[in-house]
């Protein structure tokens, strides 16, 4: 063992430079939450202390709850997200599949034309996708907001789950057809199960930008009924700029349910970013 | 093997990833790089060719505003790259330490400001900065720097730089965690033959670690520039559609949200909207094309 490489000092210095970091890391986030609990004059007064029993204070909580319809922007995002994951997931297996699994004429072309999307923003196109949604009747719905996220997040769906598809085993699925299984049946019951840890990543990946987007749900669905919880803290925040209580609180119930996925998800989503999926 | 018949199956389970990618994806952008060629005048819908192109780059109305944004960006950009990929990097050298202890509480906590939209972290910072609430002079008076603080989210010659610094803050822990991938899969072999060879420390870092990691620091670059050049949310979360003081903070997103649905006294315009989308489509393009075919090939990678 080399000394280089296990010495004290630099150990210190290491650990030193990292909890820095993490405090640069966390205290905007810090801050936002314990004065949240505070009252008006503490916020001023005393920015970093802690709430205590003579500064604690929900009025901040109060004013969200009585002026923006939070519980319905949740709802929204949440819906927004799951159904957007669900047909990410279902549509982009099954054309990963096809792709990885079938020998057919032009499977390459068709692999590189679902690839393009991974490097072209869809933003670039909104303009079109606008105009298309409102001649279909989907602006200000939250189906438009869950169609272009899932043909946002298709691209790199298709190329991550193609890469784990091929990896499941040729005599499983020639034992399948044997038995008599549809190729459906192959599909359904015995590959996807297999290559669960890799939807688990594609989801993990697509669920933050989704969940945090404010340029689809500002341009397609400003709605007050189909607000996502991005944009109507947004503009809560906009209309309260001076009511400081409800800002920090706003802030803070915006931040909390993401945490709270974080804590769930973090160990998939490290995975899946340090697996390499990336590439 | 002969060919039975057509295989229906493969056909059902590529259309619908196919057809929605195409219906929302594909024909979109081809549509706005269409309606960019055409313009309303009275309320008809008339095609003009290159003429929105022309003002764009070429009408001082539009083209100051244009230049300016794109200059913006570009020094958006450029901090990402001078700022986000080196700390990132260095956290990642110092996380994949094979001997770290608390290395995963590190790593997932760094991260967390990743996870919060722009929205949460724009408005964060504009209360931190703020001179109003005195969080950030109050801190730098207690190390006694306190005549260095300025409102810096509005002044002309500070705003875009500290916008560049607060997306940097979020989206360190992208580099971090890519980096820190592409340093695990260094084999232990090699860095104990140059510990043989005597190089340790920084310069086994700088001599044999860098050189193994330059693809992924070249994705990360590619990622950054995408991103950038597609940027918005923080700006307008922080500065509003306008991008002030004075448009110091305008970025092509926010030139193209302005102008595509109007603001104050200024009509939208969908087929300006569609030029500009087209030139940053065009930029995008440059970038990821200069990427592949002339970093991407010319990169040495080494067999692990």
């Not at chain 2, 002079?137 to 509005?154: E, H, I, Q, T, Y």
């Not at chain 2, 990691?213 to 306008?242: C, R």
């Amino acid at each position: 063992m080399n000394k280089a490489r296990s010495n004290p000092v630099g150990a210190i210095a290491m650990h030193g430079a990292l909890i820095a970091y993490t405090l640069i890391a966390f205290f905007p986030v810090f801050v936002i939450l314990i004065n949240s609990f505070k009252t008006r004059k503490k916020i001023f007064r005393e920015p970093l202390a802690l709430p205590d029993a003579d500064s604690f204070s929900l009025v901040g909580y109060q004013t969200v709850l009585k002026q923006g319809d939070f519980f319905l922007y949740f709802q929204n995002s949440f819906i927004v997200t799951v159904g957007s994951l669900f047909f990410i997931l279902l549509f982009g297996a099954m054309a990963a599949y096809a792709l990885s699994e079938y020998r057919f004429k032009g499977n390459m072309i068709m692999g590189l034309y679902l690839a393009l999307g991974i490097m072209i923003p869809i933003r670039i196109g909104t303009v079109a996708i606008l105009e298309m949604m409102v001649q279909t009747g989907l602006v200000n719905t939250l189906w438009a907001l869950i169609l272009v996220y899932t043909a946002q997040g298709l691209p790199l769906a298709v190329f991550i789950l193609s890469e784990f598809m091929r990896q499941v085993s040729e005599d499983l699925k020639n034992a399948g057809r044997i038995d008599g299984l549809s190729e459906y049946t192959i599909f359904f019951r015995l590959v996807l199960p297999l290559v669960r840890p890799a939807m688990a990543t594609v989801a993990v990946f697509n669920m933050i930008p989704i969940w945090n987007d404010l340029w689809f749900p500002l341009i397609l669905a400003p709605a007050e009924e189909v607000k996502t919880l991005t944009l109507g803290s947004q503009v809560f925040i906009g209309q309260f700029v001076t009511d400081w209580n409800a800002v920090l609180s706003a802030l803070s119930m915006a931040i909390l349910p993401v945490l709270i996925l974080y804590v769930i998800f973090s160990r998939q989503l490290i995975r899946g970013l340090t697996s390499g999926a990336v590439k | 093997m002969d060919r039975p018949r057509f295989r229906w199956h493969i056909v059902v389970f590529l259309a619908p990833a196919v057809l929605v990618y195409t219906a929302v994806m594909i024909f979109p952008l081809f549509n706005t790089l269409r309606l960019a060629l055409y313009s309303k005048i009275d309320q008809e819908r008339v095609f003009v060719g290159l003429e929105n192109f022309q003002r764009l780059f070429l009408d001082p109305i539009w083209s100051e505003q244009f230049w300016n944004a794109l200059g913006n960006n570009f020094w958006f950009f450029v901090v990402h790259m001078l700022v986000q990929n080196p700390i990132g990097v260095a956290l990642a050298a110092v996380l994949s330490h094979p001997r770290l202890r608390f290395a995963a509480l590190y790593r997932s906590a760094i991260f967390i400001p990743t996870i919060l939209s722009f929205v949460i972290v724009g408005f964060a910072w504009k209360l931190i900065l703020s001179p109003i609430w005195g969080i950030a002079p109050s801190m730098l008076d207690a190390v006694g720097l306190k005549a260095l603080f300025a409102p810096w989210l509005g002044k002309e010659e500070y705003a875009l730089t500290t916008l560049a610094l607060i997306s940097v803050w979020q989206y360190v822990g992208i580099p971090m965690m890519l980096i820190y991938a592409a340093l695990l899969t260094i084999p232990e072999e090699v860095l104990e033959a140059g510990e043989i060879d005597g190089v340790t420390g920084f310069s086994a870092f700088w001599k044999i670690k860098l050189p193994l990691i330059l693809p992924s620091i070249g994705i990360i670059s590619i990622l950054t520039f995408v991103g950038n050049f597609n940027a918005f949310d923080l700006i307008y979360s922080v500065q509003g559609a306008l991008a002030g003081p004075d448009f110091s903070t305008d970025i092509l997103g926010t030139f193209m949200y302005r102008t595509f649905f109007g603001f104050q006294l200024q009509l939208g315009d969908p087929h300006m909207g569609s030029a500009i989308a087209s030139a940053m489509f065009a930029i995008i393009l440059v970038g990821v094309c200069i990427y592949l075919f002339g970093i991407q090939t010319r990169m040495r990678r080494y067999q692990l």
